[in-house]
């Protein structure tokens, strides 16, 4: 049985997609889990959908039904405010901002987290995706996209002379992060570090699970979080999981991408604390909900 059915129609189409929405967990305040592109969040999703699966609560992956609908990601605010609902749902998946931005949402009324990466290690990450282990859709026009976006990537030969091209990534990866700034409510949300956490993904998943006001059952934590404790000894380009150490950048940039990204991210580095490795998995939590979030989501980025 399902709560309804909802008719979502992308920009400049006459065509509405009709999609099915699981029952609400009556009494469960929904609960989102943002996160960035390569910055965790593919662990962060897949963790959630499998704990919260087995405690048979309601999860909805926005992105993933959109992808699965042929929908672009970028609907519009008002499409999106069709597919939240304060009660009843944990919203795993997000890689982006754009649903904050649906007008009369009280997000500052749900729970939050939001799961953040020195911006240098995503650019990293990113470019072994685009250029190697990122699937490519059969047909359509985001096949073309990628198929383009990985051959640049090849021809470029590294990540250097990628990051020198300032492709998509070099300027979206902090823009997106600004935008979670700019809207998510610091009273309701409680950010992580990737490097606090990757070695800890059973504290982090627990402390994520008590958050959100679900049922806690520690030996479903203890056996998922050991299920997705992936750390492989060497990197392996052609994989999606290549390596999980932090200060990856540090292998793979030379002096000129260094001084470049150090300027572009300043401000993003400073306010995460990024250069500070000693500090790594001290604590799990980098800013709990509250004075300590606001102090981190009232700074600009760009």
């Given at each position: 049985?399902?709560?309804?059915?909802?008719?979502?129609?992308?920009?400049?189409?006459?065509?509405?997609?009709?999609?099915?929405?699981?029952?609400?967990?009556?009494?469960?305040?929904?609960?989102?889990?943002?996160?960035?592109?390569?910055?965790?969040?593919?662990?962060?999703?897949?963790?959630?959908?499998?704990?919260?699966?087995?405690?048979?609560?309601?999860?909805?992956?926005?992105?993933?039904?959109?992808?699965?609908?042929?929908?672009?990601?970028?609907?519009?605010?008002?499409?999106?405010?069709?597919?939240?609902?304060?009660?009843?749902?944990?919203?795993?998946?997000?890689?982006?901002?754009?649903?904050?931005?649906?007008?009369?949402?009280?997000?500052?009324?749900?729970?939050?987290?939001?799961?953040?990466?020195?911006?240098?290690?995503?650019l990293v990450s990113s470019y072994f995706s685009v250029a190697h282990s990122h699937s490519i859709p059969d047909s359509g026009g985001l096949r073309n996209t990628m198929s383009a976006e990985r051959q640049k990537a090849k021809q470029l030969g590294n990540v250097n002379e990628w990051v020198r091209s300032e492709p998509k990534e070099f300027h979206n990866f902090l823009a997106g992060l600004n935008g979670f700034h700019k809207n998510l409510p610091p009273n309701s949300t409680r950010i992580y570090r990737y490097e606090d956490i990757i070695f800890r993904k059973k504290d982090f998943l627990a402390d994520v699970i008590e958050y959100s006001g679900a049922t806690y059952d520690p030996a479903l934590i203890e056996k998922v979080a050991e299920k997705h404790d992936i750390r492989p000894s060497k990197e392996r380009p052609e994989h999606h999981v290549r390596q999980v150490k932090f200060g990856n950048y540090k292998e793979h940039f030379d002096e000129e991408s260094m001084a470049r990204t150090a300027e572009k991210y300043a401000a993003c580095l400073d306010v995460y604390g990024f250069n500070n490795e000693q500090a790594f998995g001290d604590k799990i939590i980098f800013a709990k909900e509250g004075e300590e979030a606001k102090a981190v989501l009232s700074r600009e980025l760009l």
């Open positions: 049985m399902t709560e309804k059915l909802i008719k979502l129609r992308p920009e400049n189409s006459d065509t509405d997609v009709e999609i099915a929405l699981p029952a609400p967990k009556a009494g469960f305040p929904s609960f989102f889990a943002w996160s960035l592109n390569k910055a965790g969040s593919t662990l962060l999703t897949r963790m959630l959908d499998d704990y919260f699966s087995a405690i048979s609560y309601p999860r909805i992956d926005v992105p993933g039904l959109l992808f699965r609908n042929g929908l672009p990601s970028n609907i519009g605010a008002e499409q999106y405010r069709k597919t939240l609902f304060s009660e009843g749902y944990a919203y795993i998946g997000w890689r982006n901002p754009a649903a904050l931005r649906a007008k009369g949402f009280p997000f500052d009324k749900v729970k939050n987290i939001l799961l953040v990466r020195d911006p240098r290690d995503r």
